[in-house]
């Protein structure tokens, strides 16, 4: 792989890319990425610290907004388990004609 910048090495340059990756929330990337990686034999081990990386990044603004919406709004969202299904998806009506007409309208696709 040809280094996209003069400034890091082509190690570096794809361990900050498999952490952003991560951190966007880009499958297509990461998949593109890893193989890159793999590719010019970056070690496993430091591939998993990007992303480990990259998901810690991802999930403090989610912290964050939960501690303020509870100081703002009196929730508990930091004490609030986080649920297994799409909140959304728990809200569909009962017979199978209502889910259909509803999943039509408010399907949230994160399923």
Known sequence: ??????????ETQLLVAVGSAVA???????????????????AEKKMRAAAIIGQFVKDQPAGHMKTKADALLGTHLQ???????CPLESQAPKSAEE?????????????
């Open 1 to 10: 792989m040809k280094p996209f910048t003069k400034g890091l090495d082509t």
């Open 79 to 85: 004490a609030a388990h986080n649920p297994v299904d």
């Open 24 to 42: 966007s929330g880009c499958i297509p990337c990461l998949e593109s990425i890893t193989e890159m990686a793999r590719n010019e034999r970056v």
């Open 99 to 111: 889910a259909a007409e509803s999943a039509a309208e408010t399907a949230c696709g994160c399923s």
